[in-house]
């Protein structure tokens, strides 16, 4: 089973960008589905982003509005988020998250509950 460790969450003002990583460590990554989920306080897990084991699909959640991208290296075992034009209401902590594909490798996912491992999170901080 393949373990998962965030990283590149930190404190910016609104404007900025951060680059977030998903380290996984374990077993390769190509035949999970990855995805990015955040959740803010008092709220529940929202999802991000989701990429294909292929990383042909991508799929956004709806306030993304073209600012993030995801992006994974199966080689190097890492999943990446760039966000950039942060805005106050994205600060949350944000989860990396993994699925086995079970041989659908064009497959994508969004709903929480679709994926079975998940990383401790890093919190994502915006100023206004």
Known sequence: QVQLVESGGGLVQAGDSLRLSCAASGR???TYAMGWFR???GKEHEFVATMSVTGRTTHYGDFVKGRFTIS???NKRTLSLQMNNLKPEDTAVYYCAARPTKGNIGGIWTLRDSY???GQGTQVTVSS
Do not use: F, G, S
Request: hydrophobic share 40%.
């Open 28 to 30: 390769t990554l190509i």
């Open 39 to 41: 959740q803010a306080p």
């Open 116 to 118: 079975d491992i998940w």
């Open 72 to 74: 994974r290296d199966n």
